[in-house]
């Protein structure tokens, strides 16, 4: 118990370090090149913050539990819309700026409504997994061509690696990652472990510890990002880190073994397309993402939790 304790507030505090150094030389990076800082959060951190998912789908296809790979997608892309963004809203509210959010949009919902086509027979081949990262490729291009560089006041910059070129910064980044996904991993390590000495179930420490353990990163990185007053990259990194477990994440997963899922697997797709088009709705009709709207989506994220709980979808 003393050691999972341990783990736990190790793992914490590599957590806050972790999203302070991603969010800092990711916003160095983003003024060096002028880019925006929804650019740089549908990219970079958008990328760094898949790691977890990524490596959790890879092994699980490797390891023949395509059930695991498609729910480990499916589930953060949920957690990223409704946990996410609903902790980060509550911390501060987010600007909402709808010239990007409008350009970026398209793609969001393009891949949402994709894997729910894809997966509905409850399968996702090697030449489907081929055209999700083809597509990547070509929504990321499009990201970068999208850019729109925000002139803003030059600040006197602080803190690890201020005065440093884009090599420290970079290596700043993916110090930040390293941190992040090891403080993500301790936590969760450290939690489940006390979970199961309660006696919890399985089924319900994988839908909540782990569920929400693989998304720390993006939230973590979206929180500081936002109390810096930097909300565009928290929504970018949520539409890039969505947008890279689709492609990404599934595609390669499907490309190293075909998933073939005997569970029901529909009502989950419904919902994480349905929700990805309720936040796009909260975009188009709000200035701002506020902290009503962030109650809001953290009650449609535990309702979805409760449901799964009692197995009612």
């Known amino acids: 118990m003393l050691f999972d304790i341990f783990l736990i507030t190790t793992g914490i505090v590599l957590l806050y370090y972790g999203g302070d150094f991603l969010v800092t030389g990711s916003i160095r990076v983003a003024k060096q090149f002028k880019l925006s800082p929804f650019v740089i959060g549908a990219t970079i951190v958008g990328f760094g913050t898949s790691a977890p998912e990524l490596s959790v789908s890879i092994f699980a296809s490797l390891k023949g539990s395509p059930e695991v790979a498609l729910g480990n997608a499916l589930g953060s892309n949920i957690a ?55 597509l990547l490729g070509v929504f990321m291009w499009q990201t970068f061509s999208n850019n729109i560089s925000e002139e803003s006041e030059t600040e006197e910059e602080i803190g690890l690696f201020a005065d440093k070129g884009l090599p420290a910064q970079f290596g700043l980044i993916l110090g930040g990652l390293i941190l992040l996904v090891s403080g993500a991993d301790w936590l969760v390590e450290g939690s489940v472990n006390i979970a199961r000495l309660l006696g919890l179930s399985e089924w319900l420490i994988g839908i909540s510890i782990v569920a929400i353990g693989t998304s720390l990163p993006e939230i973590v990185s979206s929180a500081i990002a936002s109390s810096r007053g930097h909300g565009d990259l928290s929504i970018g990194n949520v539409y890039g880190s969505n947008i890279f477990n689709i492609h990404m994440v599934l595609g390669f997963a499907s490309v190293i073994h075909p998933l073939n899922i005997q569970e029901r697997i529909e009502p989950d797709l419904i919902i994480a397309t349905g929700l990805t088009c309720m936040l796009v709705i909260l975009f188009k009709f709000n200035t701002k993402l506020s902290k009503a709207n962030g109650f809001f989506l953290l009650a449609c994220y535990f309702s979805y939790i409760s449901v799964k709980a009692l197995k009612l979808i």
């Not at 987010?94 to 969001?108: A, C, D, G, Q, Y």
Request: hydrophobic share 60%; with cysteine.
């Open 80 to 134: 990223n819309i409704c946990l996410v963004l609903g902790i980060t809203a509550l911390i501060k509210p987010i600007p909402i700026n709808l010239e990007l959010i409008n350009k970026e949009t398209p793609k969001f919902l393009f891949s949402a409504f994709l894997i729910l086509a894809f997966a509905w027979d409850r399968s996702l081949s090697r030449l489907e997994g081929i055209i999700l990262i083809f």
